[in-house]
């Protein structure tokens, strides 16, 4: 009796939703809802991810390149200095990793390298900043020939980069 009754009903709820154009629109707009909430929400953790190492370059340039303004503003003649740095990529992390080497049923010899983990932690060997692949500078006094030296031979001294990843120009 129970089955007859719930089967009646559910036939009435459809009857109504199929003749209520007001319905219809109620159930799609919230279908879409709940779809863009999947969407937005399934996706957080990556981009959070991914922003947190952005960020974490974007500081890392912006400390660079305010330091090394503050310095090449205070080589004799150079004046006013403003400098921007370009970087290749991101941080890279290198992880410690351990090679196993079996025997396989047929007699050929199998490796696997796999990274070390202690208590639930990958564990990190080192960590490489962003390799540096230019730097702009513009220097009130990069006019004189012996300034845009002296900022050049800095900063190639300060970022270990070559001479050739370096402009000058002058304001």
């Known amino acids: 009796m129970n089955s007859q009754f719930s089967k009646s009903r559910i036939n009435k709820i459809i009857y109504k939703i199929k003749n209520n154009k007001k319905i219809q629109y109620f159930i ?24 947190v190492s952005t960020d974490f370059v974007t500081n890392y340039v912006d400390n660079l390149e305010n330091k090394l ?14 400098v921007i740095i370009t970087v290749e990529s991101g941080m890279e992390t290198v992880l410690a990793m351990k090679t196993t080497t ?8 199998e490796s696997e390298t796999t990274p070390i983990v202690i208590n639930g932690k990958t564990v990190v060997v080192k960590e ?3 390799k540096i692949v230019g730097v702009l500078i513009v ?20 970022l270990n980069i070559n001479i050739n990843q370096i402009e000058i120009l002058a304001t």
């Open 128 to 130: 490489l900043y962003p």
């Open 69 to 82: 303004s503050n310095v090449l503003s205070k080589v004799n003649g150079a004046g006013k200095v403003s």
């Open 28 to 51: 799609l707009i919230c279908l879409v809802a709940i779809a863009l909430m999947v969407f937005v929400f399934g996706f957080s953790k990556e981009q959070t991810e991914k922003s």
């Open 102 to 109: 079996k025997e396989n049923l047929n007699g050929k010899i």
């Open 139 to 158: 220097a009130d006094g990069a006019k004189n020939i012996s300034v845009m030296t002296r900022l050049q031979q800095a900063t190639v001294s300060l």
